[in-house]
């Protein structure tokens, strides 16, 4: 049985009083009725289905319901007012059908239709057009002690304030009847008896939420450097990877890129100790090596799945997007050149050549499997499907190839329960030449009959398996392909990937920046969803890391533009940058992204963004920033062994900008070279790229030795020159001993 905690202060209320009530009949419409003095304005059975003009192919699908969903808009708070009515809303995820089915099913079944419709104003929350609603419902189902899913059923009251809510999850049939039921009955009885109470004390619980947002970001007793917290989280990171289990401490949740980007960097860091970089080191390798071996990757296709739901990665969660996917291809590349490891490096390269074609050129952004997922020959498997789908030969060599076995490869401790018995999840932690020593075949032999094997299983997996496909891009997706783009121009050097990187750079600004309504999370020739903090953010670090690679001004010119906008929009008092701008927050709640803890948040991303463009502008509000957020961070980080692993990575570039300033003419070959250099991630992690100019836009610089010869390179950090070097042998041993001591 369910309770509903977000609903028992109002239930305690009405215990209390209503023992009272007979005796002030005559004043209960003034005292409890918050409509009492306003009439209805507007009849709910005159609502149309808007869905139509919904802003993704998920929302757009339920244009033909019955049920007269109303968009998620600033509106919808009007509509509930003129009605007198609660809001209904489903926040839903195009990841996973289990939204799909929630909604279908609530429009198909007649009782659930007319319970909803008949109450409140229904609508629908796509969680990638309103990702701070799905940061939302994270929030609460907390509050409720239980478990984030989607979808998830939210109540809300004309104010936009969260009246009772339930994260239903994967459910259909009798349980999602009872669930929506008895939670649609328990909030007209709230509606009905008492509005005024219902109204003012989810606005009182709204904003108690709010404080318990508030970030704290005072004075601290005692300082800490962005130094100190590099050298102390980066060293604690490295002791939590358990080398035994392959994970950090049994730490479940998403794609851990931001921890291995991070132990990979401490590798090379000078802060830390050799026994702390070589731990990290080895931490960095072991990790990656499991995301790439094990069934988090899709091996049938070489893409990736964008969750895992088990701590070790071997039960994954079978749908893909391509921001995730983008994530990847750009760690496995980074990281692959941290380690020195070629094999990481052409696994990410491969990845992103696969976005490319299979994914952007198709105007895809998440793909997700109808139904139950887990039938097995779509991303599990038995040993009766695979007899029928491959030869006795065959499945010896997939035994071997895929780590399979008999009575299923999903380890106990993965599966308490049993779910997924004798079922396997497909596994690449064998070589071909391996495969070929254990088989006593020749290599390409081995290769051979692998590649047949998976176009068999894949074969097999789409003529079964229904895919449904988003079309869908917001701004974010492409920037993080960016990012991916510029790291491979950079291992390449080929004037063609320089081109699809600057292709992308120039999709995002002429698609989604509008100078005069700012940036945008979905194309504007779609629709005019304003972007949130960390689409602004993430948008300005990729065009600050292509100008990184080019020099370009341009680049930098539109990423300052950007961000200044954002800071302006998305300011608060206290400097932390909000998720959301006041004006267009539908719920009545600021948020502040500060809580991701082995993943990527709104703080961690600004920081990275902002660090090298106050290097390089030497802007104060910049400044402000970086200072509220060591502030910030740093009281965090006395509770936490490792809390926001992006935003460590970020302080890696210390506390005063290391710089490289390029003088001479850098677009010589000598030039070119020694921005390629530079800009390899075991040194880009650690400094600011920038050329002797006086272009406006960068910050004046003093004391530098004049320039010779056709090129040369000057380090400098907080006006000090650490040296000029004129070759790219010269340039590397200069990096090396300032970067890493050696």
């Not at 749908?319 to 692959?336: C, E, I, N, P, R």
């Not at 998976?454 to 917001?474: A, G, M, V």
């Not at 370009?552 to 300011?571: C, M, P, R, Y």
């Not at 530098?704 to 340039?731: H, N």
Request: hydrophobic share 35%.
């Amino acid at each position: 049985m369910r309770i509903y905690f977000s609903i028992l202060p109002l239930i305690c209320f009405f215990q209390l009083t209503s023992c009272s009530e007979e005796k002030t009949t005559e004043k209960k419409d003034v005292e409890t009725d918050y409509f009492s003095d306003t009439k209805i304005k507007d009849s709910a059975d005159d609502f149309k289905n808007e869905m139509a003009t919904g802003e993704t192919d998920f929302l757009r699908s339920l244009s033909t319901h019955q049920i007269a969903w109303q968009k998620w808009n600033q509106k919808i708070l009007e509509k509930a007012k003129n009605t007198q009515r609660p809001i209904f809303a489903l926040l839903c995820s195009p990841l996973g059908s289990a939204s799909r089915t929630v909604v279908d099913e609530l429009n198909e079944n007649q009782d659930l239709r007319e319970i909803i419709s008949s109450q409140a104003v229904c609508t629908v929350i796509d969680s990638s057009v309103n990702p701070e609603i799905a940061n939302l419902g994270y929030r609460l189902s907390a509050e409720n002690k239980k478990s984030a899913a989607f979808p998830m059923i939210i109540w809300l009251s004309h104010e936009g304030s969260p009246i009772a809510w339930d994260p239903v999850g994967d459910i259909s049939g009798r349980e999602l009847k009872v669930i929506v039921s008895n939670l649609a009955n328990v909030v007209e009885d709230l509606w009905n008896e008492s509005s005024r109470y219902t109204v003012e004390n989810s606005r009182s619980e709204n904003e108690k939420r709010q404080l318990r947002l508030e970030p704290n970001i005072e004075e601290l007793k005692q300082p800490i450097t962005r130094n100190e917290l590099f050298q102390r989280e980066a060293r604690q990171l490295s002791s939590l990877y358990n080398f035994g289990e392959k994970n950090l401490d049994f730490i479940g949740g998403l794609i851990p890129s931001s921890s291995i980007e991070l132990l990979a960097i401490g590798s090379h860091s000078v802060s830390l100790t050799k026994d702390v970089r070589e731990q990290s080191r080895k931490a960095a390798k072991a990790m990656t090596l499991e995301l790439t071996s094990g069934a988090l990757k899709d091996h049938l296709t070489g893409s990736y799945f964008y969750a895992r739901r088990t701590d070790d990665w071997t039960l994954p969660f079978f749908s893909k997007d391509l921001l995730s996917q983008a994530k990847v291809a750009a760690t496995l590349m980074k990281v692959g050149n941290l380690l020195g490891d070629e094999q990481f490096t052409q696994q990410g390269l491969k990845l992103l050549e696969l976005l490319e074609s299979e994914w952007l050129a198709k105007e895809i952004s998440s793909k997700c499997p109808n139904g139950n997922a887990d039938t097995t020959g779509g991303f599990l498997w038995d040993y009766r499907t695979l007899k029928k789908i491959l030869t006795p030969d065959q499945l010896k060599v997939a035994i071997i190839a895929f780590s399979l076995e008999p009575t299923g490869n999903i380890p106990l401790e993965t599966d308490p329960l049993g779910d997924y018995y004798n079922l396997n999840s497909l596994r690449g932690k064998t070589s071909n030449q391996e495969l070929a020593d254990k088989l006593q075949i020749s290599l390409e032999g081995a290769s051979k009959a692998v590649e047949t094997i998976k176009s068999k299983l894949l074969t097999d997996r789409r003529e079964n398996i229904k895919i449904t496909e988003e079309s869908t891009l917001t701004v974010k997706d492409l920037a993080l392909v960016l990012r991916a783009q510029i790291l491979r121009a950079n291992h390449t050097g080929s004037p063609a990937h320089f081109d699809a990187a600057k292709a992308t750079a120039n999709r995002i600004l002429s698609n989604y920046w509008k100078s005069e309504k700012g940036l945008l999370r979905i194309s504007a020739d779609l629709t005019m969803v304003p972007a949130r903090c960390q689409d602004a953010m993430a948008v300005g670090r990729s065009l600050n890391e292509l100008y990184q690679a080019t020099l370009d001004q341009h680049w930098l010119k539109s990423a300052t533009e950007i961000v200044d906008h954002n800071i302006q929009k998305f300011g608060f008092s206290g400097k932390i940058l909000t998720e959301l701008s006041k004006e267009e927050q539908i719920v009545p709640l600021r948020q502040f992204s500060v809580s991701m803890v082995f993943g990527e948040s709104t703080l961690g991303i600004s920081d990275q963004t902002l660090s090298r463009l106050y290097a390089l502008t030497g802007k104060e509000v910049y400044g402000g920033i970086l200072d509220a957020h060591r502030r910030y961070i740093a009281r965090q980080a006395k509770d936490r062994v490792v809390y926001h692993t992006d935003y460590i990575s970020s302080c890696s570039l210390g506390d005063s900008a290391l710089i490289a300033v390029l003088q001479g003419d850098i677009a010589s070959e000598l030039g070119k070279q020694f921005i390629s250099t530079l800009n390899a991630p075991k040194r880009l992690s650690f400094l600011t790229i920038r050329p002797e100019s006086t272009n406006p836009l960068l910050s004046p610089l003093a004391g530098l030795p004049p320039a010779k010869g056709t090129a040369s390179v000057v380090l400098t950090r907080g006006g000090e020159v650490l040296g000029q070097v004129f070759t790219i042998e010269e340039l590397i041993e200069l990096l090396d001993s300032v970067i890493s001591g050696e």
